[in-house]
DNA sequence: GATCCGCTTTTGTCTATACAAATAGATACA
DNA sequence: TGTATCTATTTGTATAGACAAAAGCGGATC
């Protein structure tokens, strides 16, 4: 049914994925998963490939291969949160958890996330500061099915994104970035005026189909921006065609 | 120094991305490339089976390899221009120029690019609408130097981003997303309020460190957004430095 | 110690061959 | 006409063997 190097790339997939192989875990050599699988150097070589050729794993000549560090997509990692942005800049980032509530999920919002209604989540609101001026607020369900240790932490020395990327692997996100008028309550926390423009992020992250979180990032518009570069080339197979964008 | 299979993919995708082979065009059969590359057909396949694997092209027994219908580069392609999109979702997209003259570059705007004051450059505002109503517009500015063509060029049947896009190669990009409130001008043309929140995509584009092309393109915020699914998985360049993600 | 050389290990690529699976199209048959 | 079957084509998978390229390692030489 299945073949060979499909199963042998499984295997090491949710190996890595479960976080049972860490970044940085030597992967058995081909000849070892040959002896293993019971099969030929070119069928656990294309699973490795493929894994390879993913950025799951690095292989270097002699030396083997490696789970690669998580990675995520370059321009995407330009649509990320807002610590991570204001750390790399040089900026003081500093938060505040405003609410934190164990819920169970609700029609509508179950609709909207595409799971079921009465699930356990906790509901966590968290407003951003960079150097002392509000930057962002965040607004954020997690599934606590999901993420069973996210009942019990307080978030009090870590925000939740990066509690989240230690805690648990993702296989999947969506982003929506949309621009909207901020409503009382978020220009208050925001410390802007009602009606002014916002940037919003928002994020949906999936480990194997099912929702491990949602949030939404609200940022004033004219404080926050995020850009990246790349080059068209980054991507494609190792060293790379020319690549078609749009000007 | 490149191997066979890598330049066959790059072959291909060359042809594919530039449009040669439209989606849908039916790729030459594994024996017609063993031919053509007088190579094995196994070598033939591990690129064939990475452009599927990568969805380019679609692969089925007995019929055949063919271009599968416009995947874009998934994120980098999110950040693209509305007609793109628009058309692709089966709407209708028409534009208007509103705006087309031959100046010179400003102080102002200069540095603000990163380039010398006093070159030529072709402003040109453009109304971009889907099934009708307003839904882009487009401010840009294109350095005649790096693209003399667009001196005489009308833009009345193609729209400037498709046709800078056939014309100019480009090594690199620089996006910049921004949540702005409509002023007057803007709020009359899109037919939205004057204040509303929009959502402005700011694209520079250079070709070996020059800059080809500056655009900014506002949507109306409630009735634009884009998104994307990805998997964290379908890249990374092997050998890739650690890289954060973020939920 | 420093440099160069060669050995060994591991991955990268390629070949030739083989058979399996899917399926479009032709053919035989009810 | 409609249906079942056969056939040819194309892709999918797997194998065994070969050599190349990268790189760690140790030893010989200066």
Known sequence: MVSIHQRIFEDIETRIMGGVWQPGHRIPFEHELVEEYQCSRMTVNKALSALAQRGMITRRRKVGS????RQIDRTVMDIQDISTEAELAGHDHSYRILRRKIETLDAATAAQLGETTGADILRLHCLHTVDGKPNALERRIIMLAMVPSARTESFASVPPGKWLLDM?????????????????ATARLLEIERGKACLTLIRQTWQSSRTVTYVEIIHPGDRFQFAGDFHPTERGIPDQPPQRGSF
């Open 66 to 69: 490696f789970v690669a560090s």
């Open 168 to 184: 648990v692997p993702w296989s999947k996100a969506r982003h929506v970035i949309r621009a909207v008028s901020a409503d009382a």
